[in-house]
């Protein structure tokens, strides 16, 4: 495909050729299609965790998911015949108030969901003394070497220091065959995310140019390379004088045409290829695109139902991953009956109507007492609250006339006295 014939000394010859689609030799692949007009892997920007955090919607998901289960409630507990019973002292400070002395436990869950997100493992190590459990100290998983021995237990090489499984807190986003790598979603997602830097940068590209696209002069090509550039630089100096004035006319040299290359946002409907990232990123992440701030399709009878979606589906998952995680790692396999549990309860408060009739019926039919019913919405006991209590017309199948006929002789007897 012939490009150029400036017949000067220095400029293109009239038979240099280009690879085109009319070229036999070439074939019509997306690849060779694409290299053809200079579009190839290299120009999409490289994704790390960090360029990765500049695209809106991962940041939203990273931060929503993080922060949602580092604000769930968590303690210890014991089985016994009467139910479970939340275990104290040394124990409950660690899992519920403060796993170490430089973090409470919304940082260092927090720190850790973080890392699960990202790089796709959380990684915390366990601080024990001869008497008890002493703290958890959070670990940076690029620094983390991991290895597994011929019995199948893994190690954990941190700093120079080798720990056991059985004083690691692992929490991967998802094992690898040899369930000792691991898989993270920003890497994984790395193709979605990547088409969503390019559009913003070509997005601030386009606008920071004041809205022209590239722009190609049309016309009798002046005799030389230097001539070429020289008109090109005149174009250039024409359309930022006319940005810098704000004048919408500049001038063009007689005989010549621009002509735009390429498409403007509008039309390259940028607008729904942008918002489609975003679907991409929660589906990455398995997270209603509601939680991302996109309701295009959100009404709002679905909207609140995303959101029993989102705590059944996917953080009373990652709940119950950490749950078992520090269960076995801090109470071994016997346990001795003592588990990890997290309360989900506060992620399904609905509005304050439906809870209260929730907890009225509660109370009313003994599955609640008051004062845990008070407790749930964060109120002071009471006294004489601890009582269940129930309906006094509810009675045992078969009883309905035994208690009919009392009612009535107690009517007769009341009606004799009076």
């Known amino acids: 495909m012939r490009l150029f014939n400036w017949g000067r000394k220095g400029g293109p010859s009239a038979t240099e050729t280009r690879a085109s689609i009319e070229n036999p030799s070439v074939p019509v692949g997306a690849d060779g299609f694409l290299t053809f007009f200079g579009v190839n892997d290299a120009n999409l920007p490289a994704i790390t965790i960090d360029s990765a955090l500049c695209v809106p919607s991962v940041w939203a998901a990273v931060a929503f998911l993080s922060r949602t289960l580092a604000t769930l409630p ?8 009467d139910g479970p019973k939340r275990l104290g002292g040394k124990i409950e400070t660690v899992i519920h108030d403060a796993p170490n002395d430089g973090m409470d436990s919304f940082k260092f869950r927090q720190y850790f969901w ?3 997100f990202t790089g796709g ?10 008497a008890s459990l002493e703290a958890i100290w959070p670990i940076d998983p690029s620094k983390t070497t991991i290895s597994k ?21 692992d929490v991967p986003f998802m094992l690898k065959a040899d369930a000792a790598g691991h898989y993270g979603p920003i890497a994984r997602a790395s193709k979605a995310i990547q088409l969503a830097l390019a559009m913003n940068d070509y997005a ?25 550039k020289r008109a090109q630089q005149d174009i250039r100096r024409a359309i930022d ?11 063009i040299p007689a005989g010549y045409d621009l002509k735009p290359v390429g498409f403007d946002p509008e039309k390259g409907q940028m607008t729904d290829a942008r918002r489609f990232q975003i679907e991409e990123i929660a589906r990455a992440y398995q997270l209603p695109p509601v939680f ?8 709002y009878s679905n909207t609140e139902q995303q959101g029993a979606i989102l705590v059944k ?9 950490l749950e078992g995680e520090m269960t076995l790692k801090l109470f071994g396999r016997s346990g001795s009956s003592r588990y990890v549990e997290h309360n989900l309860d506060g992620l399904m408060r609905g509005d304050f109507a439906t809870r209260m009739e929730g907890l009225s019926k509660a109370v009313q039919n003994a599955l609640l007492t008051p004062n845990e019913a008070r407790e749930l919405e964060n109120r002071p006991s009471r006294p004489n609250g601890d009582d269940l209590m129930i309906q006094g017309a509810t009675v045992p199948m078969g009883q309905q006339k035994m208690q009919g006929a009392a009612a009535n002789d107690n009517q007769q007897n009341e009606a004799q006295a009076a």
Not at 313 to 321: N, S, Y
């Open 74 to 81: 968590i303690h210890a507990y014991r089985s016994s015949k």
């Open 121 to 130: 493992r959380g990684l915390a190590w366990i601080e024990r003394t001869p």
């Open 149 to 169: 021995s011929p019995n199948g237990t893994l190690t954990y090489v941190v700093g120079g220091q080798t720990y056991d499984a059985t004083e690691i807190i």
């Open 241 to 251: 004088a006319a940005k810098g004035s704000s004048e919408q006319v500049f001038p």
């Open 114 to 116: 973080q890392q699960v």
């Open 292 to 299: 991302l701030q996109d309701l295009t399709h959100g009404t």
């Open 313 to 321: 589906h996917l953080i009373g998952q990652w709940a119950k991953a």
């Open 204 to 228: 601030s590209n386009f606008f920071a140019g004041g809205g022209v696209p590239p722009l190609a002069l049309s016309g009798p090509m002046p005799a030389g390379p230097d001539a070429v």
